[in-house]
């Protein structure tokens, strides 16, 4: 296939031709840079989206059936199920979706199982999907061992379930973490009942990736126009991020690892803040989540950021904001990310490449952080 820096318009653009009719609005930024093809690092992407039929078709179903509770992410669902070319990039996990990881420079994806995910489907079907896409998964890992790394989906409405799947994905299918499309119909880890997944997450190793989904009751982002990420998707996890920091999670379980995207949405930005305003939550009954306990953290906020989660790069490659982030948290604490298939740029690629950054620090960055949290070798 010609490559991008060739002038081509084959390959990406034309698989999103039929529903996206401007480059801007499909991420694909002017070209004003080359991808360094030398670079003294592999540049592997971990917040790369992907589907497969049998859950489109679930989600498509239940929306359609009438029977489904209000949920925006389920209708989100809906709407990507009517994009074929965007299905087209996500359900392939072979040899269209490799093309692509060549072009744009990518030398492995770490595979997430796409928003809403199996937490919106009918009640009892998400474990089955949750199963069948880590079988999916594990097999493209399998056949592409040096391309694909990949998340396990798990459908936490049902405890047990997630439980024994978490444990499966780690043991028997050698998978790198785990991913969470945030709420799941208004719920989140936080509470109580939820607690037998983190425990899961840490006993078995995997970091948690919490990928944005559209937020729950989001009627007022939507009529102002920011139900993604404009505004609905960064402060859905910013809710659910912080709601397992002041409940206690990483006080309780010390070792599990949370991953969360685009520039921590925002959020290193307000540690300062964070710490400062602790005491309006910490140490004061909250009877929404856990029954009326107080609970006081063993730390400040900031503390978590800087032992318990990561943040990556996703959506935006702009070298102030990513300077700074590692300046706050800590060099090993930023992750690069593309956010494939939603927003894809070749300049992106070559903008990392020219950041002015040790280059210690630089392959930290786009390689040796992520094979650290997600345990990827190869």
Excluded at 324 to 333: A, E, H, I, K, S
């Amino acid at each position: 296939m010609t490559k991008l820096e060739d002038g081509s318009e084959k390959g990406l653009k034309g698989h999103f031709k039929e529903d996206f009719s401007h480059r801007t609005r499909i991420g694909l930024a002017p070209r004003s840079g080359h991808v360094d093809r030398d670079a003294p690092y592999k540049r592997i992407a971990i917040e790369e989206a992907w589907t497969f039929p049998a859950l489109v078709k679930a989600q498509v179903e239940y929306l359609e059936s009438g029977e489904a509770p209000e949920d925006d992410s389920l209708r989100m669902a809906g709407m990507f199920a009517k994009m074929p070319s965007l299905q087209d990039m996500l359900q392939d996990l072979g040899e269209l979706r490799i093309s692509h990881m060549d072009e744009l420079g990518i030398d492995r994806q770490l595979l997430l199982l796409t928003a809403p995910g199996v937490q919106v489907v009918r009640p009892g079907e998400g474990t089955a999907l949750a199963r069948q896409a880590n079988d999916i998964a594990a097999a493209a890992c399998r056949k592409y061992p040096d391309r694909f790394s990949a998340c396990a989906a798990f459908d936490p409405r049902d405890v047990e379930g997630s439980v024994k799947e978490l444990e499966r994905a780690a043991k028997e299918l050698k998978l790198n973490g785990a991913v969470l499309n945030s709420h799941f119909q208004g719920h989140y880890l936080d509470e109580p009942e939820f607690a037998p997944i983190l425990e899961a997450l840490e006993a078995n190793d995997l970091a948690l990736y919490i990928h944005p989904t559209a937020p729950f009751n989001g009627g007022h982002y939507e009529k102002r126009g920011f139900f993604g990420a404009l505004g609905g998707f960064p402060h859905d996890v910013w809710l659910h991020t912080m709601g397992l920091i002041m409940s206690g999670a990483f006080d309780r379980f010390p070792k599990l690892r949370l991953v969360i995207g685009h520039m921590g949405e925002c959020m290193p930005l307000q540690l300062y803040r964070f710490d400062w305003m602790q005491g309006n939550a910490d140490g004061r009954p909250r009877p929404l989540i856990d029954g009326g306990e107080q609970i006081k953290l063993q730390h400040p906020v900031s503390h978590y950021f800087r032992n318990n989660i990561w943040i990556t790069t996703s959506g935006v490659a702009w070298e102030p904001a990513i300077k700074f982030c590692q300046d706050v948290l800590g060099p090993d604490r930023v992750i690069y990310a593309m956010d494939y298939p939603y927003q894809q740029s070749y300049d992106e690629v070559a903008a990392y490449d020219r950041m002015d950054m040790d280059p210690k620090v630089k392959k930290m960055l786009m390689e040796d952080n992520a094979r650290a949290v997600f345990r990827i070798t190869g």
